[in-house]
């Protein structure tokens, strides 16, 4: 029913915190023969993002006393280019190294704007990429409830977003929760994912498939009109199918997040939080269902700003300053080590 999910560093002695985030470089479309990818790792010149948190926080390489990177889940070239990096500037600088797991952050990055969040609690992860359920022990101790099976809820907001014609540049979530303000969200019978399935797991492509269909059955030309230049009756069809997909959506949301909470408390009877993060946290209607969840267990909802609840450099550097301050990072590379040496071990302890 419940599984170990994150490994935890081994903690050599602790020294007081501090350290710099390196993002993950944005995934490529191909894979590269490894002569290839050694050349690159060797030559590439310092991504303009290091510098630019450098700059943006006025200090240099100098000043810092670790170095904080993101070592999985994800694509193993991207990672590897982080990685690279992170261990470069370590080893030059004779700083400590952390590696921080990708959504542990998301769990973590909320104890940086609520100081009264303390363990244990219980997270839920909703992104493009992911739906995840954890219990939160203690750092790095999470036992996984549920997850994905297939697509995700970000992936299912997008994917709807784009067919019903709305303009995406923004986001698809937030085009998608906008037009659904206009629109019935009983209008459209779709069915609630794995009701059957008496566990916390998530499913979402059967119900992208049923958006689909209704757009399909129903003629509408979102495929060549966007929504700015559909007529009237058009845009109503759409505010309807957006409508009746988020709340069928989140309704799934709830369901395994209340089996979720049943379980947590009876393993941590102590619980007073329940943790949302995110891209998907932002979505306003998603917060407002999930504080239903979280009042009618006698829990505290807590979610990021919205500016926390994307992908962001923030969300890792408190999770590396967590572990740092716990002692549990790495010691400087040897100066006589290669660049790219360990660089696959260490995103293979959690990828």
């Known amino acids: 029913m419940a599984a170990t999910l994150l490994p935890t560093l081994s903690p050599p002695v602790s020294r007081a915190a501090a350290l710099l985030l390196l993002r993950r470089a944005p995934p490529l479309p191909f894979s590269l023969p490894a002569p290839l990818l050694r050349r690159l790792l060797s030559?590439?010149?310092?991504?303009?993002?290091?510098?630019?948190?450098?700059?943006?926080?006025?200090?240099?390489?100098?000043?810092?006393?670790?170095?904080?990177?993101?070592?999985?889940?994800?694509?193993?070239?991207?990672?590897?280019?982080?990685?690279?990096?992170?261990?470069?500037?370590?080893?030059e600088f004779r700083l400590p190294i952390v590696g921080v797991h990708h959504m542990e952050a998301h769990a973590l990055v909320s104890r940086l704007v609520n100081k009264d969040l303390n363990f244990p609690f219980l997270a839920l992860l909703i992104s493009g990429g992911h739906n995840l359920l954890v219990l939160a022990h203690e750092l790095g101790k999470y036992v996984q409830l549920g997850t994905t099976i297939d697509d995700a809820i970000g992936e299912a907001y997008d994917k709807s977003a784009r067919w019903l014609g709305l303009d995406i540049r923004k986001g698809g979530g937030p085009a998608l929760e906008q037009l659904a303000l206009e629109g019935d969200p009983k209008a459209i019978k779709f069915s609630v994912p794995m009701r059957q399935h008496k566990d916390c797991n998530f499913s979402y492509a059967g119900l992208k498939t049923q958006v689909r269909l209704a757009i399909e059955s129903r003629n509408i030309p979102a495929d060549h009109i966007s929504i700015s230049s559909a007529t009237e009756e058009d845009r109503q069809l759409r505010a309807n199918i957006a409508a009746s997909f988020q709340r069928v959506a989140v309704l799934h949301l709830e369901e395994r997040c209340q089996r979720a909470v049943e379980w947590a408390l009876k393993m941590e009877p102590s619980i007073k939080y329940f943790v949302v993060s995110g891209g998907v946290a932002s979505n306003q209607y998603v917060r407002t269902h999930l504080n239903h969840i979280a009042d009618k267990n006698g829990?505290?909802?807590?979610?990021?700003?919205?500016?926390?609840?994307?992908?962001?450099?923030?969300?890792?550097?408190?999770?590396?300053?967590?572990?740092?301050?716990?002692?549990?990072?790495?010691?400087?590379?040897?100066?006589?080590?290669?660049?790219?040496?360990?660089?696959?071990?260490?995103?293979?302890?959690?990828?």
């Not at 999770?319 to 040496?341: C, K, L, N, S, V």
């Open 299 to 351: 829990l505290q909802l807590v979610c990021p700003p919205p500016s926390l609840c994307t992908d962001n450099g923030v969300m890792i550097a408190w999770t590396g300053i967590e572990h740092f301050i716990a002692g549990r990072f790495d010691d400087p590379p040897a100066f006589d080590e290669p660049d790219d040496m360990q660089v696959m071990q260490q995103i293979n302890m959690v990828s």
């Open 43 to 91: 030559s590439t010149p310092s991504p303009p993002v290091v510098q630019k948190a450098l700059n943006d926080a006025n200090v240099s390489e100098s000043d810092l006393c670790a170095v904080a990177v993101t070592v999985g889940p994800g694509l193993s070239l991207c990672l590897r280019v982080g990685v690279h990096k992170a261990r470069k500037i370590a080893k």
